[in-house]
């Protein structure tokens, strides 16, 4: 008997005298989300990431956004971000006239977005690429990320999130500032993303 029959037999044998394994218990909590999820419980989670979290209504969201970047700031915006949403500020849209090359959207101070959903048990957020959120280059590029999360987005957990979300959308989760970590455990930030994020929660 060669090596390879050699082999192959013992593979059979394995597998004929192999035990049934074990059934994987599969019962997350699906439950769908019909309201607003636990908001306090995303402002800790958020928090534990070293992101700065806001608390902002209707009438002050302008000012609350403004007083987040500095007077000589420069700021994107994706081309469906409410008015009411834009800073006060030297504000771009990306898109109009034309979309921000690489170069140009490093040279910008900050960026503000919506996003697609909040999940408040890890404190992440989730990004699709829609109209109030922009291409993901647009949030990973800038040094500084504002994004405005209302209430009425946010879920409890993961398996909601995934649930309610498009699969064939360009999904990006964002759990805090961009972060990472050598060999010696020394944090190094804005290494794949900025190394500022504040969200505003609005509602």
């Not at 218990?25 to 699906?30: A, M, Q």
């Not at 898109?95 to 890890?122: F, K, M, Q, R």
């Not at 009425?152 to 999904?171: C, E, M, S």
């Amino acid at each position: 008997m060669n090596a390879r029959s050699e082999i192959l037999s013992r593979i059979r044998s394995a597998i004929v005298n192999a035990q049934t394994p074990e059934s994987v218990p599969r019962d997350y909590y699906r439950r769908p989300a019909t309201g607003p999820g636990d908001v306090e419980f995303f402002v800790r989670t958020v928090d534990e990431y070293s992101a700065r979290v806001h608390r902002a209504e209707p009438d002050t969201i302008t000012e609350i956004i403004t007083g987040l970047t500095a007077d000589d700031a420069r700021v994107v915006i994706p081309p469906g971000l409410p008015a009411t949403w834009r800073p006060s500020r030297d504000t771009v849209v990306d898109g109009n006239p034309h979309v921000l090359s690489t170069p140009e959207l490093d040279a910008i101070d900050a960026v503000v977005t919506g996003c697609t959903l909040g999940i408040a048990a890890t404190g992440t957020i989730v990004l699709d690429a829609s109209l109030r959120q922009g291409r993901r280059a647009l949030t990973l590029v800038p040094d500084h990320h504002i994004c405005i999360v209302r209430i009425d987005q946010i879920v409890d957990t993961v398996p909601q999130a995934i649930a309610a979300l498009d699969a064939t959308r360009p999904l990006t989760f964002i759990s805090g500032p961009s972060a990472t970590s050598d060999i010696e455990l020394e944090r190094v930030e804005g290494v794949h993303g900025p190394r500022k994020l504040d969200v505003v929660i609005l509602g």
